[in-house]
């Protein structure tokens, strides 16, 4: 009997828990994995954000920087000098990503990929709502300050810190938490095929009511 199949099946999961590794390690380092755009954005990506150019003025959202996260192309709006952030994420498809911050780094993250959650920590509120459009995305974000807001007593005023700081300082605080914890690729590992699709499509008034 071959039994090759079976040791492909079983290491797996090992393989897996290396690559999540090593990517915490490089997460970890954020500087490093954050690059400039060598010759900026490319036409296509030029043309999708030209889609959307209409709506993000009529909301005040202004372009502020591009980046490449290893292997993600970002594109970052600003709404005004208010402490919220709309990027576009090219990928293997575009999702939309919106952020609220607070001086201490409390984050309302507001996402249409679907593997929101995988490296969550205290202080963090996530809404991973696939498939919605940068508009209604927008919206549930919104609502979402608003519901944290009434509940917590959260206000979001503007920051001094500009996002190029906020960014890294955010996902080492996310990292150190995740990396402290006991066997954390294996619980990343398990978010990613269980925990994850308990909150998608889930508002943050859903989550705490």
Known sequence: M???????IGALPIVLVGQIYL????????EKMIQPIMGGLNHDQEEILSRYRDWLASVELEH????????????????????RFFSFLFHQKVTFQIESYLEDLTIL?????????????PGAYLQSLPSLSPQEAWQRHLEGEAHLSKK?????VPLKTPYEQLLPAAIRLRMKYN????????RVLYRYFVTRRRILNKTIAQQFP
Do not use: E, H
């Open 2 to 8: 071959d039994y090759t199949p079976w040791l492909w």
């Open 23 to 30: 990517l915490g390690r490089k997460m970890s380092d954020p």
């Open 64 to 83: 502020r920087t591009n980046f490449r996260f290893g292997s993600i192309v970002t594109a970052v709006y600003q709404q005004r000098n208010q402490p």
């Open 109 to 121: 993250d507001t996402g249409t990929s679907d593997s929101g959650g995988l490296f969550p920590r």
């Open 152 to 156: 917590f007593g959260y206000v979001w």
């Open 179 to 186: 990396r402290s914890q006991l066997f954390w690729p294996i």
